[in-house]
Nanobody, 115 residues
Framework: VQLQAFGGGLVQAGGFLRLSCAAS????????VAWYRQAPGKQRELVAVLTSERTDYVDSVKGRFTTSRDNAKNTVYLQMNSLRPEDTADYFCKTRRFGSSRQYWGQGTLVTVSS
């Protein structure tokens, strides 16, 4: 499985972006997909998790970010609204089949939020 994350960019505080994580090589329908971010000088942080049954978010993005999937496009999205400067980071997607420990990472896409 190969993942390609894209959709990052420069946006003003209060704005929005939608990140995409497109999978190829295999369908990820029903797989667990997680979004992470890493700000300069900081550790990678789990932002959101999407399974076939639920979604979970880190407290700092609850109510602002939404993750969803389009099975027909084999793509997972991260809709980010009300962006804040502290959301500035490289954003990554990761997936694994439920019950498997093998993980697949996409490359990062940079989100920069200006104040």
């Amino acid at each position: 499985v190969q993942l390609q994350a894209f959709g990052g960019g420069l946006v003003q505080a209060g704005g929005f972006l939608r990140l995409s994580c497109a999978a190829s090589g295999s369908s990820i329908n029903g797989w667990i997909v997680a979004w992470y971010r890493q700000a300069p000088g900081k550790q990678r942080e789990l932002v959101a998790v999407l399974t076939s049954e639920r979604t979970d978010y880190v407290d700092s993005v609850k109510g602002r970010f939404t993750t969803s999937r389009d099975n027909a496009k084999n793509t997972v999205y991260l809709q980010m609204n009300s962006l804040r400067p502290e959301d500035t980071a490289d954003y990554f997607c990761k997936t694994r089949r439920f019950g498997s420990s093998r993980q697949y990472w996409g490359q990062g896409t940079l989100v920069t939020v200006s104040s």
